[in-house]
């Protein structure tokens, strides 16, 4: 068995968890998602639980296995409370609005950046530098938080840029005259 697959998912009473042939169909508060399991894998809906079986002892079911039980637990999660990325910009003159579906960025290059956010994504932007990120979809605010920061990720010698607000930047020294 998967160590993570034969765990059971819990269903929290504000969420609904529907499964229709291979689909897996989650509602919440947050919002809906659905994701199609993996050809090895089967889920059931079963009292307040969510259980992933599949078929086969190889190791490639046993980690389409895990891998489901993985996300169907953090569709669960995402309904429910959501997942949050928090971004700051550093540097003179950077900053970052919301406007309108467009956030807004402006990182010292000759131009703003406009990048829009998806659906079921809610971007805010608090003292210009400080951008959160929330949404249901782990995956979906993962990749928004990696998007915008990858248009000018930070750099070792004077730190500027775009981070994580846990990351920490390793600062190199710079050339010396002799």
């Known amino acids: 068995m998967s160590r993570i697959g034969k765990l059971p998912v819990a269903v929290p009473p504000k969420v609904k968890v529907e499964v229709k042939g291979r689909k897996v169909f989650v509602e919440g508060p947050k919002g809906k998602l659905d994701f199609e399991l993996p050809h090895r894998t089967t889920a059931k809906v079963d009292?307040?639980?969510?259980?992933?079986?599949?078929?086969?002892?190889?190791?490639?079911?046993?980690?389409?296995?895990?891998?489901?039980?993985?996300?169907?637990?953090?569709?669960?999660?995402?309904?429910?409370?959501?997942?949050?990325?928090?971004?700051?910009?550093?540097?003179?003159?950077?900053?970052?609005?919301v406007q309108g579906k467009n956030v807004n960025l402006a990182l010292g290059y000759s131009h703003p950046i406009n990048y829009p956010i998806p659906d079921q994504?809610?971007?805010?932007?608090?003292?210009n530098t400080?951008?959160?990120i929330e949404g249901p979809s782990k995956q979906l605010v993962g990749l928004v938080a990696a998007e915008i920061r990858s248009y000018y990720p930070p750099e070792p010698y004077?730190?500027?840029?775009?981070?994580?607000?846990?990351?920490?930047?390793?600062?190199?020294?710079g050339k010396t005259v002799q």
Not at 67 to 88: P, Q, T, W, Y
């Open 47 to 97: 009292g307040g639980n969510v259980i992933v079986s599949r078929d086969g002892d190889d190791a490639e079911a046993k980690a389409l296995h895990g891998l489901s039980r993985a996300i169907v637990n953090n569709m669960v999660k995402g309904v429910s409370d959501g997942f949050v990325k928090k971004l700051e910009i550093q540097g003179v003159g950077f900053k970052a609005a």
């Open 158 to 173: 004077k730190g500027k840029g775009v981070r994580y607000s846990d990351e920490k930047v390793t600062r190199k020294e």
């Open 121 to 127: 994504i809610k971007v805010t932007v608090e003292e």
């Open 130 to 132: 400080k951008v959160t």
